[in-house]
């Protein structure tokens, strides 16, 4: 039996994707192995997630586990566990919250751009000394075909703009618009989740839709538009990678944001398994206590 002097190990997830519901399924006695329905609720177009390859099971582990949301989605799919919604107030409000909370693990597994969070998260860890592990889905890889402009920011891709074409289809999320409001010649479909909010580019459509996107379903969006460049992120999700095979195809230039790298020192995960692994590594024995039941 587990020493009951001692409260389960809290891990505290960053959440917000599909990867992060799926390592709280598999950390959850009960949920783990869940099937994530399709069509599920994502962030954002170019904040779109899908599950890992590789199914993330484990036996049903003595933990607490808490995920935290950052309340920018009208209905998001919660997650398996304890809930939080709203943000920490900077590192400090996060190192804070981790130690008044007795955390014993921190695992961001936000969106691959969601920079400003990971930041913040390796400064808390650090400061209340707690173990940080980031989960991050791979990224794209151009096959051949692609036509690919690949630029490390939202700017320089709407510097890159009008050299490349004048009917776009902006995938970067509703957030974003902002960095192309000043472009007025061209015109933008913009996806997205949410309604989007001033400022925007003065031509623009918006549609509100969510993935998982089909290939068929891309190729027919791109010819009723007149599509001829691509705008996206590379967050690295199957449910949207099927913009870019319809790109590959029409041979539409696609404008690729490089992501922002992970914060030094901070080791990675590459899907919910491996996450499990690593908490494994560290907490055998809340692991072990399952089969002492």
Known sequence: MPDAARPPRHVLILGGTTEARRLAAALVPGAAGSPEPAGAPEPAEG????????????????????????????????????????????PEG??????????????DATHPFADTISHNAALAAATAHVPLLVLRRPGWVPGPGDNWHQVTSLDEAAAALPALGSRIFLTTGRMGLAHFAHLTDPWFLVRSVDAPEPPHPPRMEVLLDRGPFTVEGERALLRAHRIDVLVTKDSGAAATAAKLTAAREAGIPVVVVRRPPVPDGVPVAANPAEAVNWLRARYRSAFNAAGSH
Do not use: K, M, N, Y
């Open 94 to 107: 996060l190192a804070r919250w981790l130690r008044e909370h007795a955390v014993d693990a921190l695992i």
């Open 47 to 90: 904040a779109e997630h899908v599950p890992s390859p590789e199914p993330a099971q484990a036996p049903e582990p003595v933990l607490r586990v808490t995920t935290s949301l950052a309340g920018r989605v009208a209905a998001p799919r919660l997650p398996a566990g304890e809930v939080r919604i709203g943000g920490f107030g900077g």
